[in-house]
């Protein structure tokens, strides 16, 4: 099993920043690629960034410029810096770890989302 804690959501008014967190704990040997996804109401989920092991990132059109995403290979954990917010990034922001278990299985788990709101 492998548990997600994700953090750092909230209101803030447009233009504004945010910095999520996403920590990785559990029975998983070594972490591949960490996203961040987000769902915003009657939408489906969408990848707004991604990193892989060797820190390869990748970004949806709509936020390059304005989001960053980052890794903490020795803490486990996945962030993605917000800045320059607008009303269009409100969603619910899921954290997503793909990699390989102690059983050498490979693995995916989801984080249990955190709400980010744009608004004045």
């Known amino acids: 099993q492998v548990q997600l804690v994700e953090s750092g959501g909230g209101l803030v008014q447009p233009g504004g920043s945010l910095r999520l967190s996403c920590a990785a704990s559990?029975?998983?040997?070594?972490?591949?690629?960490m996203g961040w996804y987000r769902q915003a109401p009657g939408k489906q989920r969408e990848l707004v960034a991604r990193?892989?092991?060797?820190?390869?990132?990748n970004y949806k059109d709509s936020v390059k410029g304005r989001f960053t995403i980052s890794r903490d290979n020795a803490k486990s954990t996945v962030y993605l810096q917000m800045n320059s917010l607008k009303p269009e990034d409100t969603a619910v922001y899921y954290c997503?770890?793909?990699?390989?278990?102690?059983?050498?299985?490979?693995?995916?788990?989801w984080g249990q989302g955190t709400q980010v709101t744009v608004s004045s």
């Open positions: 997503k770890v793909d990699g390989i278990s102690s059983s050498n299985l490979a693995v995916s788990s």
């Open positions: 559990g029975s998983i040997f070594s972490i591949n690629a």
């Open positions: 990193i892989t092991s060797s820190s390869s990132t």
